[in-house]
């Protein structure tokens, strides 16, 4: 690619520079600078003044959380940085193996260091793409044009074939914006990293040169007012309040599924699934809250995109501190709306077991009519099964 002929807003490398295998230049002239002019980030190499910053980032507790930098327990020095931008990113450019970009653009009306970009060159036409963001830059889709640009360089000016991506399992930023480049999700691998000494299952999406190079969109879950309550999506906060509706005998009594005593490590597992299904277009899952404290008091899903048709479930569960109000009649009313308003379905459907009369009640309060019987198929606490009555829509 060259600055003549490219689209604004595409990356392009920047007339004069280097950086093509088997260059000779030395670092920092071997870099290629990659410019998106419609975001205003640019990919440039390392210098001095990014020192400080490079320090800033490693030691902010996010980054530490999901990188394996710093190895210990521990700051990370100035000398530290140094070691990397003086001995480290220049080897790799020279043994054509991992080529690190320092990552730039206007915040607050300057021009800044805002974090690196990794593409580390495999065998066999196979790359695989880090990178991580100064906190200063959170939030301002810059390591989405970021990866974009690396993208493209990887393809269509180095000719690789695959570019894998990896991660911790949760770190769901990381994820977004790989799927904002066109990542496809390949799944969870066990071991897949090791991080201070220790493996860890990593996420794991892979993007071939002939795939669309198109952003794959997660369903967003939107905020709903419905007067006695707000649905959001849910969040750390939220943890204890979903371990205390998850402990009630009640809800362990209908959702035999439940493990049992419920944790805060269930828990996580929980919020994290309310992710999984926005990430994977399947399903949107909202924490039903107090609209001035923003206490939970329940969920309401809606779930089963993604298949042949298009029919998706309702379902839900209240805190037993905020039964017996109406809430989740409410909500259920509210997530019906919203998937007619906006024509995300041709059908919706709710399933109780026959003697939830709590259930039944929100299903018939929220317009729902029983359709028919399902016999001795959902297991309950006490180890039967009961029938499930079914509700449309009329």
Not at 116 to 133: H, K, M, N, P, Y
Not at 239 to 252: H, K, S, Y
Request: glycine share 10%; charged share 25%; proline share 6%.
């Amino acid at each position: 690619m060259s600055e003549q002929g490219t689209k604004a807003g595409e990356p392009h490398l920047l007339a004069g520079q280097g950086g093509a295998p088997g260059s000779a230049l030395a670092f920092p002239d071997c870099v290629p600078t990659l410019v998106d002019t419609e975001r205003g980030v640019t990919l440039r190499a390392h210098d001095a003044g990014d020192l400080q910053s490079i320090v800033e980032q490693v030691n902010d507790p996010v980054s530490r959380q999901w990188t394996s930098v710093p190895p210990e327990i521990g700051d990370y020095s100035l000398a530290d940085a140094r070691r990397f931008l003086f001995q480290v990113v220049p080897d790799g450019w020279a043994t054509r193996r991992s080529l690190r970009w320092a990552i730039e653009a206007q915040i607050d009306g300057t021009p800044r260091f805002c974090g690196s970009i990794d593409l580390w060159l495999g065998a066999d036409q196979e790359a695989r793409v880090g990178f991580g963001l100064h906190p200063a830059a959170r939030g301002r889709s810059v390591m989405s044009s970021a990866l974009r640009m690396v993208r493209d360089h990887a393809f269509d000016d180095l000719g690789m074939e695959v570019i894998r991506w990896r991660s911790p399992v949760g770190n769901w930023p990381s994820r977004r914006v790989a799927a904002a480049a066109g990542f496809r999700f390949d799944g969870t691998v066990r071991d897949l990293l090791v991080r201070r000494r220790r493996r860890i299952d990593g996420w794991l999406a892979t993007l071939n040169a002939n795939d669309p190079r198109a952003p794959l969109r997660w369903l967003e879950i939107p905020v709903l007012s419905a007067g006695s309550c707000r649905l959001r999506p849910f969040a750390e906060r939220d943890l204890d309040r979903i371990v205390e509706a998850t402990n009630d005998p009640r809800t362990q009594y209908w959702l035999a599924s439940l493990p049992y005593p419920y944790g805060v490590e269930d828990a996580e597992a929980y919020l994290g699934a309310t992710r999984e299904l926005s990430a994977s277009r399947s399903g949107i899952i909202w924490c039903v809250a107090d609209p001035v404290e923003d206490r939970c008091l329940g969920a309401v899903s809606l779930e089963g995109f993604g298949g042949y048709s298009r029919r998706v479930e309702i379902g839900y569960w209240t805190h037993p501190a905020a039964r017996g109000r109406g809430l989740m009649t409410t909500a259920v009313r509210a997530v019906t709306r919203y998937a007619e308003d906006n024509d995300l379905v041709d059908s919706v459907l709710i399933r109780c077991a026959a003697g939830n009369s709590a259930s039944r009640q929100v299903a018939e309060s929220a317009g729902y009519r029983a359709i028919g019987v399902q016999p001795r198929c959902e297991p309950l606490g006490d180890g039967s099964l009961s029938d499930l009555v079914l509700y449309a829509r009329p």
